[in-house]
């Protein structure tokens, strides 16, 4: 072996250790765990000062510079399958240099409370192009039907409606001719909606179900008062925008506390059942 050949081996050998370790996520299912999964990559790689590869998310520009592909093996692997439980402590207090692959769900308000500023403000901040002109005094609701459930007993909306002045009601939702939002009536609501979510759901990809979904969350983001329902997509465009008022469901018997409040003086708790009885609704009833 020749003395050149040698060198350039080293060489080469120096330049794949001299770049930065990553970290890697697999983005999870729809937007709402997507925007959860990224935040938890983005942290671990900020605090370690690592790269940060993952798919872009459509709508977020500051996404959209993190490559999607795996990175090579210039360093060894250190993988982390999660369901809500991340030891991001412990992860970034080892400094051993490795890749580090996550994969799961990470619906913690907690992970990411000591950075929900830079996250509204830089990671996750909205296209400004697809955010509305809306009157600050009107108010937008959102309803979730996917997988055949709603999210809390229609009483949870009547409690918040009643605990505010607005204008004009809009309503955003999943499933925009379901029979559960004639209880609405008498608010004279507005559906933002026009398109059944589970017409489309399940025959095309879950980042083109993304990519169609994020017209509501830029329109519910845009409110300066926001109702939301049990759904990390509404709870996302709710933390995301600008609102001086929100009202989120709080149900520890049915259980969504796994988020945590968000200790804001925004936020107004209304404790209720998260999931409607069977009786209430039935699978027809969504395309009656």
Request: aromatic content about 16%; overall charge negative; glycine content about 4%.
């Amino acid at each position: 072996m020749n003395k050149q050949y040698v060198v350039l081996l080293l060489l080469l050998s120096q330049a794949a250790y001299a770049t930065k370790p990553v970290v890697y996520i697999d983005l999870p299912a729809l937007l709402g765990n997507r925007l959860w999964g990224f935040c938890v990559a983005k942290i671990i790689a900020t605090e370690l000062d690592y790269d940060l590869h993952c798919k872009s998310i459509w709508g977020f520009p500051n996404t959209y510079s993190y490559t999607p592909h795996i990175p090579g093996n210039a360093y060894s692997w250190e993988h982390h399958e999660c369901h809500h439980d991340i030891d991001i402590a412990g992860i970034t207090r080892n400094k051993t240099p490795r890749n580090i692959s996550i994969n799961g769900y990470f619906q913690k308000y907690q992970y990411i409370e000591p950075y929900a500023d830079i996250i509204r403000k830089e990671w996750l901040k909205i296209d400004p192009a697809m955010l509305h002109a809306v009157d600050k005094d009107d108010i937008v609701v959102h309803v979730r039907f996917h997988v055949g459930q709603a999210p809390t007993n229609f009483e949870y909306y009547e409690k918040a409606l009643a605990m505010t002045h607005y204008k004009q009601l809009y309503i955003c939702t999943d499933e925009p001719f379901h029979p559960y939002l004639k209880q609405f009536e008498p608010y004279n609501p507005i559906i933002k909606s026009t398109q059944s979510f589970e017409s489309y759901f399940y025959s095309t990809s879950w980042d083109e179900v993304t990519r169609k979904n994020i017209g509501d969350f830029a329109f519910m983001a845009s409110f300066n008062k926001i109702i939301i329902s049990y759904s990390t997509y509404a709870w996302w465009a709710a933390f995301l925008s600008n609102a001086t008022e929100i009202y989120a469901p709080w149900s520890p018997r049915t259980g969504n506390t796994h988020y945590g409040k968000v200790n804001e003086a925004r936020y107004t708790y209304i404790e209720t059942d998260v999931v409607l009885r069977s009786q209430d609704m039935t699978t027809t009833e969504a395309y009656d």
